[in-house]
């Protein structure tokens, strides 16, 4: 599937929520549900009463690196940690209000950083991204010289602690999986009251760029046991599994390719499309995505095509806000 449509620049979330003068969990919640077609709309702490006994909420918990570095003209965001000890880096050049996508560099290009730190070109992996080395621990480098990454339709720094959510305590992903930030620990602790359990995954999010428009690459994740377990006993037992980000998602169902959810980690290369459906997912709490993006093919085997694309409607109808500091989508 590929859903286009206009994005209004007013629709984007230009700012945290705190910085509207909300809670973290008082952004807007849309409910999309399958077996009826209805959409229905709330505040995202209403989600324990849209949710209930038995239902199972599978969260991310990695946490966001600040990692983009800036030079002069340019910027590079670190993305991916590879095996090797190899990162994967995407450059962009500096604008006066964020970075735009830079189609320079050359194999063997040497780039000084600040502190006297240089990042050696390898090889490009993708159309956009490079293999590079880093002459020193990338996360201690970065924790000392990098800032979260940030697009232009936000229109100027915050602090990590706005790109981190309540379950993060692995660090290593590139941006927030930001579909567990409205949450808050009074949130979490009302779904658990209500009898909605809650397990985590770890997947290491890579840079978006959302000026391009192409599958994900590898990611690092880690499906742990008792996940596993929670997830098989919930379908079992006649309980929803509800990925809280697409993140989630790719996690449980590359687990899941050879049958029941089983306990893996490694590294993921599984693209979820309407084709093959999902097999470890009941339902799914996103943000909102850009046009074309290919997390719409993921939304559309959760929901099909035909709900998505009439809940896209109406969010823009409804004046919902997109990105990571916008509203959030149940598609049930």
Known sequence: MSL?????????????????????????????????????????????????????????????????VRL?????????????????VELRRRTPTATEPYAGGAPGEWLPLPGRA????????????????????VPAYLGRYGTPIRYSYVEREWPLENYQTVFAVEPGSAEMPSAGRPFT???????????????????????????????????RFSVPEHTARLVNLARA??????????????????????????????????????????RAVDGLITGLHEPRSSHLMMLSAVAGAEL????YAEALAEEYLWHEFGDTHLLL
């Open 118 to 137: 240089t990042l050696r070109l390898i090889a490009p992996e993708t159309p956009r991204l490079w293999r590079a080395r880093l002459d020193r621990d």
């Open 185 to 219: 620990t009074a949130l979490v602790t009302e779904l658990v009251s209500r009898g909605v359990a809650m397990a985590p995954i770890t997947l290491h999010t890579g840079v978006a760029s959302p000026e391009k428009d192409e599958p994900p690459y590898a990611e």
């Open 72 to 88: 002069d003209r340019l910027a590079v965001h670190f993305s991916t940690e590879l095996p090797s000890g190899e990162w994967l």
């Open 237 to 278: 037992s006649g309980g929803r599994v509800i990925a809280v980000g697409t993140t989630v998602v790719r996690a449980l169902e590359t687990a899941a390719l050879d049958g029941p959810v089983r306990a893996v980690s490694g590294w993921t290369s599984h693209i979820v499309t309407p084709t093959e459906g999902v």
């Open 308 to 311: 998505v694309a009439r809940s």
């Open 4 to 68: 286009d449509f206009a994005l209004p620049p007013i629709r984007e979330a230009h700012e945290p929520p705190e910085a509207r003068g909300l809670a973290r969990d008082a952004v807007r919640l849309m409910v999309s549900r399958r077996n009826t077609g209805e959409i229905t709309h709330h505040k995202f702490t209403d989600l324990p009463s849209v949710l209930g006994p038995g239902d199972l909420l599978v969260v991310n918990n990695s946490a966001t690196l600040p990692a983009a």
